[in-house]
């Protein structure tokens, strides 16, 4: 990051940090998005300061992106970053006015979430054999938490082992923006966490973190994600195989059984019902699927 670009962007990185207290992982997002922004200002206007640069600016950037065939879901979010960033200098009293006031984003095609057929996670975790060592013990915890929680896989990674309340058979997650949520926990879904935890390698013992790597260090993202394809592979053709096709999963068959759309929000923590509602999409497509399937003149 250039001189330039450091003074404009960090002052608003330190606050989504130690105010909003963001995760990294959004902080990151922000900061390539921002830093991709001003390195065009730098390219075509020779840098400006944020209280000159302009809607015309900002369109033929974004034209930039779409010229490169960039998706508009990407172009939204770097959209998104761009409105946080403004609405920071107004607040800060850098700018008079916001110039995203008359940028209009892009339309998304919404495509509906991929997710696991039940009958394929029950082979998943009734059928398929896990290697008998800490990995294998690990693997089939995650598939099991992600399955059994919907949370996400920042939230599975910086599980701690104060959040898993025991007394109450519910666990806390810290989600976007570190907001709390508690999930409730099957009670045999429970006992195989505590004998997990009561199980770690004696290398853990000063480790906060519920799930840890052979050598007792917090799991890492990285290797979750290598996991979950892998064992998904075993048992579902689908395009993505990934942690979050698990939390669609677990969304997806909670509404195809009847759960209320708002129980569902609140254990996805999500902000919005917006955000829950593309799983009422898929129920739909499954009632379709069972009225072809079983009614004579379908």
Do not use: C
Request: hydrophobic share 40%; proline share 4%; aromatic share 10%.
């Amino acid at each position: 990051m250039s001189e330039y670009q450091q003074s404009q962007i960090q002052p608003f990185l330190d606050y989504l940090r130690f105010e909003r207290r963001y995760s990294r992982h959004t902080i990151i997002s922000y900061e390539n998005d921002l830093t991709q922004f001003f390195d065009y200002l730098i390219t075509d206007f020779g840098g400006v300061e944020p209280a000159r640069i302009n809607a015309a600016m900002i369109r033929s950037w974004l034209a930039s992106l779409k010229g490169d065939a960039m998706s508009a879901k990407t172009i939204n979010r770097k959209i998104s970053a761009l409105k946080s960033f403004f609405k920071f200098q107004l607040r800060e009293g850098k700018i008079a006015q916001s110039p995203m006031t008359t940028i209009v984003s892009p339309k998304v095609s919404k495509r509906l979430p991929m997710y696991v057929e039940a009958k394929d996670m029950d082979t998943l975790l009734q059928h398929v054999t896990f290697p008998d060592d800490w990995s294998g013990k690990t693997d089939r915890l995650i598939i099991q938490l992600f399955y059994a929680t919907g949370m996400r896989l920042s939230e599975l990674v910086g599980l701690k082992l104060d959040y898993v309340d025991v007394a109450q058979k519910q666990i806390k997650v810290l989600g976007k923006g570190n907001k709390e949520r508690l999930i409730p926990v099957a009670p045999a879904l429970l006992e195989a966490i505590k004998d997990y935890i009561q199980n770690r390698p004696t290398t853990a013992v000063d480790q906060p973190f519920v799930f840890v790597n052979e050598k007792g260090k917090q799991l890492n993202s990285r290797t979750v994600y290598a996991s979950i394809r892998k064992y998904l592979s075993l048992v579902t053709t689908i395009e993505k195989k990934s942690p979050h096709v698990l939390r669609h999963s677990f969304a997806t068959h909670l509404m195809n059984n009847g759960a209320d759309l708002n129980a569902v929000k609140s254990l996805l923590g999500h902000s919005s019902l917006a955000a829950t509602q593309v799983y009422t999409h898929n129920s739909v497509e499954k009632l379709k699927e069972i009225f072809r399937k079983a009614h004579p003149k379908a």
